[in-house]
């Protein structure tokens, strides 16, 4: 489970919008991803070598697109580790990767105050990489999180 300690007012108003979009994540319906689903039952040992040191423009977190112009970003590295960029403030912490598997957390990072738009994409994100239980590349190229009930929670295109 995915931990973000945060301290003073911003880190109170930051807990409380993170609750706030914990409890409607859990209400709400997310579409299903046929193709993140199909690459999953078709994923080998080898697949999981294809997140190794590999970079990720996030375009999706729960069906909202990123915002345009604060690119959103994940990097893989060779040591089990994850890191990068919510569009505001930068992260990084450990990851699992199996063969269809991904565990990420505890995360820590910047605390920079941005606007509420990109202050709720950060939590948007934290929220989805808490809830990723597996993982998927499409016939796109693209990476999927998938969560427990096979929802996309996130989608994102190789960094060129």
């Not at 997140?51 to 590295?77: C, D, M, V």
Request: net charge negative; glycine share 8%; proline share 2%.
């Amino acid at each position: 489970m995915t931990a973000f300690v945060t301290h003073g007012l911003y880190g109170r108003r930051l807990c409380l919008l993170a609750g706030i979009v914990g409890l409607l994540a859990g209400c709400t319906m997310l579409s299903h991803n046929s193709d993140a689903t199909r690459s999953l039952s078709n994923s080998t040992e080898d697949q999981a070598v294809v997140l190794r040191n590999s970079h990720w423009l996030i375009e999706k977190i729960f069906q909202n697109k990123a915002i345009k112009g604060y690119p959103a970003t994940l990097e893989f590295t060779e040591t089990d580790h994850i890191s990068g960029n919510s569009g505001c403030n930068v992260f990084h912490g450990a990851v699992a990767i199996d063969q269809n598997s991904i565990s990420v957390g505890p995360l820590a990072g910047t605390r920079m105050a941005c606007s509420d738009q990109l202050m709720a994409q950060e939590i948007h994100l934290y929220t989805a990489i808490d809830l990723a239980q597996q993982w998927a590349i499409d016939r796109q190229g693209r990476l999927h999180f998938v969560d427990v009930s096979g929802k996309t929670v996130l989608s994102a295109s190789p960094a060129d």
